[in-house]
């Protein structure tokens, strides 16, 4: 079975370029996670997903970010205008929520470069 | 409200050492545990869990103890090898949110 799958996995892009990042939870999962990684904050919580309605946003750092999930199969953060400090890795989880805990199961990630 | 602690990196071993990082957590009621792995380039995998009190995770030669009377689950492995070096996460899970809370991760680089 296919993981957590993620794309592009690199972009590069310039300052106030739009950004769209792409995420497919592994089948069956009903939660989805964005977080996103730097040296200096670590990784951080953006947003997460119940059956594909946004619980709890409070992560998203500014309203440049916007994050939809409009089918169980499928998600996008996006980045409008994007900014040089949006520069990190961005990664997708998901997970399947249940009694005893929730493995995550993460992406490869998308490493986002902004100029 | 809920956070995890982790000791600071990062941890320098040579291969063989024994090695512990220490992970203590605040919590109301009785978390699951987590310890999860970043190898460089990739993304976090679940590396052992505990979901009660004195249980014991374990996997690819690494343990840790869910001890509740100390709000602690220190991850402990007898003898490193080059290949364990990466960034370890102990988080926890509260159920009522249904999410992960993550500590800042510790580096561990192991030299031969």
């Known amino acids: 079975d296919a993981g957590v799958i993620q794309s592009p996995r690199h972009e590069v892009t310039e300052m106030g370029q739009e950004v769209t990042l792409r995420c497919k939870p592994i089948?069956?999962?009903?939660?989805l996670f964005w977080y996103r990684q730097t040296m200096m904050r670590g990784l951080e919580l953006l947003i997460y997903?119940?059956?594909?309605?946004?619980?709890?946003d409070s992560g998203m750092p500014e309203d440049r970010f916007s994050a939809k999930m409009p089918n169980a199969s499928f998600s996008t953060l996006k980045i409008q205008p994007s900014e040089p400090r949006d520069s990190a890795v961005y990664f997708c989880?998901?997970?399947?929520?249940?009694?005893?805990?929730?493995?995550?199961?993460f992406g490869p990630g998308t490493r986002l470069t902004v100029l | 409200g809920n956070s995890v602690t982790q000791m600071e990196g990062p941890v320098t071993l040579s291969e063989e050492a024994f090695l512990t990082i220490n992970c203590t957590y605040t919590?109301?009621?009785?978390?699951?545990l987590f310890w999860y792995v970043q190898y460089p380039g990739e993304g976090l995998q679940l590396l052992l869990k505990?979901?009660?009190?004195?249980d014991k995770g374990s996997n690819k030669g690494f343990e840790a103890t869910y001890r509740k009377e100390t709000t602690s689950f220190h991850l402990e492995k007898g003898s490193v090898q080059v290949s364990d070096s990466a960034v370890y996460f102990c988080?926890?899970?509260?159920?009522?949110?249904?999410?992960?809370?993550f500590g800042a991760g510790t580096r561990l680089a192991v030299h031969p």
């Open positions: 989880a998901s997970s399947l929520r249940r009694e005893g805990g929730n493995e995550q199961f």
């Open positions: 089948s069956g999962h009903n939660s």
């Open positions: 997903f119940n059956n594909n309605v946004p619980i709890d």
């Open positions: 919590a109301t009621g009785y978390p699951s």
């Open positions: 505990a979901t009660k009190a004195d």
């Open positions: 988080a926890l899970f509260s159920g009522g949110y249904n999410k992960l809370i």
